[in-house]
């Protein structure tokens, strides 16, 4: 990322709460901006390590557990800290939850690492019948000491407070990234044979590697129980970190603005499809298997593959090819989104109300005709996307072969 790049960044998150209504925009934009700390910590692991983990979200919730006790002890005055601090608490105890798991994990990679860290996430989640008191709660934010007047009753100032955070976990994490141990994660992940051969412990640096991850987890943690005032035991289920790999492989594994853009738009996707739809989970589920057999390099490796063109200039070519790729995938998911939709409505609405809503139309479940249609229209649109990629990939090609002016 540029610095033109990042200055543009900062300067949208300054401006957004006064461009749009702050009671929509602000909440949103605070979990969008601590699951953008949160996937860029699970990429230390999975694109910069190589290991698929599962126990990214027992860092993540740990560090809302400690989050929340340490504001509970702040506001009976036992601890003089005030909010900003708080991540800290999350960030120590993240530390701590992944050196204690990677101390044997961190012995083992591929299929054998991912079974144990999957292990390790029911272990913990059944663990919550004996611990089930220090597992998180509600919490009053302005109870702790005020920090220069401030008590962070508003939601923009909890805003600023993540935005602030990010930009430091984001600084801090790209220059470990460009350190010679950020290297050598690199190199362990490609050939870790060679790595031993000239002098360096394959597991050590991969237990510092989990080890620092977890440590910017729990920042994520401690920010979502500032923001949200109650963490439970939901934070450290297998379902939040199947939620963690899939904004981070859709963004891009590998690249270091991939999990900012996967965050950016799983998390904006997950906000927005919950509101019209309930079957939101599946069209996720779509959208990750597309990303795993179309795009295995996610977003940001189809914008690196674009450099080449880019530079002969080639670009300009793609606009029409991509514009029929677009057209045609979503005329074929207008018929998929009609027929799911329709089929979930027939299993939960009584017999008597055929009509099911969608986006502001009524389908009626009982007209065949209305079927026949968005089927023709899902198979046509499923027809068309396949030549339209040919016909893209072609141009795509041309574009990427000729000379740089």
Not at 115 to 143: K, P, Q, W
Request: include cysteine.
């Amino acid at each position: 990322m540029n610095k033109r790049v990042f200055w543009l960044v900062v300067a949208a998150i300054l401006i957004l709460p006064l461009l749009f209504d702050s009671i929509v925009v602000v909440p949103v934009t605070i979990q969008i901006l601590i699951s953008v700390i949160l996937a860029l910590s699970y990429n230390m692991v999975l694109g910069q390590t190589g290991l698929l983990s599962f126990v990214h979200a027992i860092y993540f919730g740990f560090g809302g557990f400690a989050a929340v006790h340490a504001i509970r002890f702040a506001s009976d005055g036992d601890l003089p800290v005030p909010v900003p601090f708080i991540p800290l608490f999350g960030a120590a105890m993240g530390l701590i939850m992944a050196a204690t798991l990677a101390s044997f994990t961190a012995r083992r990679t591929g299929m054998a690492f991912a079974m144990i860290t999957l292990c390790m996430v029911e272990l913990v989640i059944a663990s919550g019948s004996i611990l089930g008191r220090f597992y998180g709660g509600s919490i009053d934010r302005t109870l702790p000491p005020a920090f220069f007047g401030q008590t962070f009753v508003s939601d923009l100032s909890v805003y600023y407070l993540t935005a602030i955070w990010m930009a430091i976990c984001i600084a801090a994490m790209a220059f470990f990234a460009r350190t010679p141990l950020g290297r050598l994660t690199n190199a362990v992940r490609d050939n870790p044979e060679r790595v031993e051969f000239i002098c360096f412990d394959p597991w050590v640096i991969r237990f510092v590697s989990l080890t620092v991850s977890g440590f910017f987890a729990g920042i994520a943690g401690g920010l979502f129980a500032i923001a949200y005032e109650f963490v439970g035991g939901e934070t450290i289920s297998f379902a939040t970190s199947s939620n963690i790999i899939i904004m981070t492989y859709i963004g891009g594994i590998g690249h270091f603005a991939g999990p900012v853009i996967g965050a950016v738009l799983v998390t904006f996707l997950q906000t927005m499809l919950s509101n019209y739809t309930q079957i939101w989970g599946l069209y996720l589920g779509f959208l990750f298997m597309a990303t795993v057999l179309f795009l295995p390099h996610g977003i940001a490796g189809l914008i690196a593959r674009h450099g080449p063109a880019y530079q002969t200039g080639g670009l300009v070519r793609l606009v029409g090819p991509y514009a029929g790729v677009i057209i045609s995938f979503f005329w074929m998911s207008s018929g998929l989104i009609g027929i799911l939709e329709m089929v979930s409505y027939l299993n939960e609405a009584a017999i008597d109300e055929p009509m099911a809503p969608l986006a502001g139309f009524l389908l009626d479940t009982n007209s065949g005709a209305l079927w026949f249609a968005l089927l023709l229209v899902s198979l046509s649109g499923g027809w068309l996307l396949r030549k339209s990629l040919k016909r893209a990939s072609a141009a795509f090609e041309k574009a990427t072969d000729a000379e740089i002016p």
